[in-house]
Nanobody, 122 residues
Framework: QVQLVESGGGLVQAGDSLRLSCAAS????????MGWFRQAPGKEREFVAA????????YYADSVKGRFTISRGNVKNTVYLQMNSLKAEDTAVYYC???????????????WGQGTQVTVSS
């Protein structure tokens, strides 16, 4: 497994931007597909975005398409989530995850970070 540490969360106003980062512990980072998921209070964890090992395949949830961008830097062992035009409904704890294949399925990711809180005030 790979250890993941998220950062970059915070309290912002609607319409603002945030950039989340997720640093991985292993030099084999480039062999993992990476994903971002989020969980709001009282709701199930939901898919946000995912990127393949090489970065050539990317998936987004419909709710964030056109506003969020996932990217990865395999040299720095880091995956990013640029979030623009934030809405109150984006408020959640955001988790990054690593897995063998790029997918929207939360169950396919075996390694998870501790999460970072994003709060968007309207």
């Amino acid at each position: 497994q790979v250890q993941l540490v998220e950062s970059g969360g915070g309290l912002v106003q609607a319409g603002d931007s945030l950039r989340l980062s997720c640093a991985a512990s292993r030099r084999t980072f480039s062999t993992y597909a990476m994903g971002w998921f989020r969980q709001a209070p009282g709701k199930e964890r939901e898919f946000v975005a995912a990127i393949s090992r090489s970065g050539d395949t990317i998936y987004y949830a419909d709710s964030v398409k056109g506003r969020f961008t996932i990217s990865r830097g395999n040299v720095k062992n880091t995956v990013y989530l640029q979030m623009n035009s934030l809405k109150a409904e984006d408020t959640a704890v955001y988790y990054c995850a690593a897995g063998p294949v790029v997918t929207t399925d939360v169950g396919a990711f075996g390694s998870w970070g501790q999460g970072t809180q994003v709060t968007v005030s309207s």
